[in-house]
């Protein structure tokens, strides 16, 4: 998985790399705005013209006047617009300031009332603006005259490049600190911050370029950051290929309980979804009456009615997943305690969630391994809050989830975040999925394949990763064909190529 730090571990990064390896903050800064300068270049081969860098005064803004030197050595027609008086500007950036002036490089001072105007004129004729106005420096609404600066970025009619990240993102969470740019590409120092790896801040981002600049990877890997992204190579490493002596019962038996009369649609998702997705045998079961509980010719199917039936049906069942459609009534409540206490694995989803409301410990307690997939709204209730408050930090509101349910907690939305509540605070981040998945009955297919992973003896942790990436991809690649017209019906087999 890639590593992903926050502002802290970056400024950390930087530390080490200075103090003990040895390497000045000056040349660390040539060399990211040398990168940036690569990144603009390649820009320029499809839309040549002129370039307009927006500095700021701290590192982002030091990194920015190097790219406007470096272009200008090439040849390009550059300027660098200094949004901050030049007595701001501080550290290693000064040094590269005076390089850059000595150099003949062009400077416009766009510090005054007239600055966003200014700006707002040359990014209208430029073929690229480069942003290296705040980086990772935001802690704090962006207002005023400042605001008034990443405005005339935005209405850029070229490819918008940020430095490290767009400016107004807060690199720890993704939030809008009030403003921010919206990038097409961010060209990021030694490792992705989280800001841009999460949501919202991955909307923002653009395409996100990684550029060394000489941080030794041991000093990364010593950091041992709390946050990766999740890549194809890890994928393709939990997959496991089927040996030609494979059969339906060393594939797994996967138990879903889900859909009840009115709402069986959502256990046969899931149900078709385990099966797609590996399992060697599904049965779903669920209420009887109120229409026939039916499923596709492969799918066995069990009535469930009584509060201790599903005990009986657990057994030779290696997974279990429950809870789309399932009824909110004291049977739903007493099968989730049966789940809770069989100490088969199990995958708890929708309307099983809200059996948990109150009762966190009860999921702590398990016999056996739980992976629970809320939504924000889920995961708001679960843990007493609003789902705004889920979203103003979903870093945060999944490790809190794992850490109180000692579960694996998938956060679903957009940069579907998983934790393991008993492996400590990591956060593993899905970079697949996008708005394909915003349709009904998505989720219950999510939830079918992370119970086949289950059967197939996948620890938990990466059955709820690996489902996540599959189920994103499979997502990204219907809506190349289908565009907005995906369904959730759609996902099984879409999961079925994807899936070894």
């Known amino acids: 998985m890639q590593p992903v730090v926050t502002a802290a571990e970056a400024r950390a990064l930087d530390r080490v790399t200075m103090a003990d ?18 990144e603009v270049q390649r820009a320029l081969a499809a839309r040549p013209g002129p370039v307009v860098v927006v500095c700021g005064g701290g590192g982002n803004g030091g990194d920015g006047l190097v790219v406007a030197r470096v272009l200008r050595a090439a040849g390009v027609d550059a300027t660098a617009f200094l949004a901050v008086p030049a007595s701001a500007v ?35 004729r430029a073929a690229v603006v480069v942003d290296a106005l705040f980086g990772i420096g935001v802690t704090r609404a962006v207002e005023g005259r400042l605001a008034a600066v990443i405005a005339a970025i935005d209405g850029a009619p070229g490819p918008r490049i940020a430095i ?7 690199a720890d969470t993704g939030q809008v600190r009030g403003v921010a740019v919206r990038a097409d590409v961010t060209v990021t120092m030694a490792a992705p911050k989280l800001g841009i790896a999460v949501a919202p801040g991955a909307a923002y981002a653009g395409r996100v370029v990684v550029v060394d600049i000489g941080v030794p990877p041991a000093v990364l890997t010593a950091m041992a950051p709390r946050a990766a992204l999740v890549e194809a190579a890890d994928v393709a490493a939990w997959q496991r290929p089927r040996d030609a002596l494979t059969h339906k019962h060393r594939r797994g038996h996967l138990l879903v309980v889900a859909g009840a009369p009115g709402t069986r649609g959502a256990g046969r998702l899931a149900a078709i979804a385990g099966l797609r997705a590996g399992a060697g045998l599904v049965t779903l079961a669920g209420p009887s009456g109120g229409g026939e509980l039916a499923a596709p010719d492969p799918i066995m199917t069990a009535a469930l009615d009584d509060a201790d039936g599903l005990a009986a049906l657990l057994a030779g069942k290696q997974a279990l997943a429950i809870g789309p459609g399932m009824p909110g009534d004291a049977r739903g409540r007493a099968w989730i305690d049966h789940a809770l206490a069989a100490g088969v694995p199990c995958v708890i989803d929708a309307a099983g969630l809200g059996h948990l409301i109150g009762r966190l410990d009860a999921v702590a307690a398990a016999a056996g391994r739980v992976v629970l997939t809320p939504h924000s709204g889920e995961a708001a209730r679960l843990l007493g809050t609003t789902a705004a408050a889920i979203d103003a930090d979903r870093p945060a509101a999944v490790r809190a989830l794992a850490a ?4 694996v907690v998938l956060l679903k939305g957009p940069r579907t975040l998983v934790c393991d509540g008993r492996a400590g605070d990591a956060i593993a981040i899905n970079p697949t999925g996008g708005p394909a998945l915003a349709t009904a009955g998505s989720g219950d297919v999510l939830t079918g394949v992370i119970g086949a992973l289950l059967a197939a003896a996948q620890p938990p942790a990466i059955a709820a990763s690996l489902g996540a990436y599959l189920h994103g991809a499979a997502g990204d690649a219907l809506a190349e064909t289908l565009g907005q017209g995906v369904i959730a019906s759609d996902l099984p087999e879409a999961i079925a190529r994807l899936s070894r």
Do not use: C, K, Q
Request: proline letters at 5%; zero cysteines; a negative charge.
């Open 90 to 124: 501080t550290g290693d950036a000064v040094v590269h300031l005076g390089v850059y002036l000595r150099s003949g490089g062009a400077l416009v001072d766009a510090s005054g009332d007239d600055g966003p105007a200014l700006i707002a004129a040359a990014a209208a």
């Open 404 to 407: 109180a349910t000692r579960a």
């Open 21 to 38: 390896v040895g390497l000045p903050g000056v040349v660390m800064m040539e060399v990211a705005g040398r990168g940036v300068a690569a």
């Open 164 to 170: 490290d990240l767009p400016s107004g993102l807060d």
